[in-house]
């Protein structure tokens, strides 16, 4: 049981590039996210979904996209990276039984 | 005003001491409140839900202030070990997802 599971650990990237982080969870939870942490701006919500095949805006959706086709995985795209998402961007994901969610262990990526 | 705001500190207190951290919210509609831990460049894990009755979990006692709009933390006989950034998150309303807005966290050393 490895919880939640994201990849890549690092990246960097160049202004323009595209990339895709995967997101994992093996926990058969309904409900998933993606945050982004910067520094003094503590955790934001950029996309979320309640169940497979759905996805919703967070706080700051600008410059991403999402999909989940299948309950397990999330996947978070950037089209065109811009320096202004370098960040630390985690994933989490809930049971319907309660509030708690459990967080991947982060992809730290840099935009050049 | 934002949604959630906490006191970055740092804080640092010897061991043994005792340290308390407030956070106050803005949406007087909001369900569920939590503190979650994270270390330096991990991932938020849930250190406890914050009940309305408030709760304690050995040496950490969290508590709801619903008329000021307010939760808060206390560590009693602090060790090496709680040194962190502790999180708060509110679940802001009924059927929002389950979503959490966080706050940016308060940074605690526990000095020797």
């Known amino acids: 049981n490895a919880g939640v599971t994201q990849t890549p650990k690092f990246r960097v990237l160049k202004t323009g590039q595209s990339m895709t982080l995967l997101c994992a969870q093996d926990?058969?939870?309904?409900?998933m996210y993606w945050y982004r942490q910067d520094p003094g701006m503590g955790l934001r919500l950029i996309h979320y979904?309640?169940?497979?095949?759905?996805?919703a805006k967070g706080e700051v959706p600008d410059g991403y996209n999402v999909s989940r086709l299948k309950k397990q995985n999330f996947l978070l795209g950037l089209e065109s990276a811009a320096p202004s998402q370098t960040s630390v961007y985690f994933c989490?994901?809930?049971?319907?039984?309660?509030?708690?969610?459990?967080f991947g262990p982060g992809t730290r990526l840099t935009v050049t | 005003r934002k949604e959630v705001e906490q006191d970055p500190g740092p804080f640092n207190v010897p061991e043994g001491a005792t340290v308390a951290f407030n956070c106050t919210y803005s949406?007087?509609?909001?369900?569920?409140f939590f503190w979650y831990r994270q270390d330096c460049r991990k991932e938020p894990k849930l250190l406890m839900s914050?009940?309305?009755s408030g709760n304690e979990d050995g040496r950490f006692t969290a508590q709801l202030n619903r008329a000021s709009q307010y939760i808060s933390l206390l560590i009693r006989d602090s060790k090496l070990s709680d040194s962190a950034t502790y999180l708060c998150?509110?679940?802001?309303?009924?059927?929002?997802?389950?979503?959490?807005?966080f706050g940016s966290g308060t940074q605690l050393t526990v000095l020797p």
């Open positions: 926990m058969n939870h309904e409900y």
């Open positions: 998150a509110v679940n802001p309303e009924a059927g929002s997802a389950r979503q959490l807005t």
């Open positions: 949406n007087s509609a909001s369900q569920s």
């Open positions: 989490a994901s809930l049971g319907v039984s309660n509030y708690e969610q459990y």
């Open positions: 979904s309640v169940g497979e095949g759905t996805t």
């Open positions: 914050v009940y309305s």
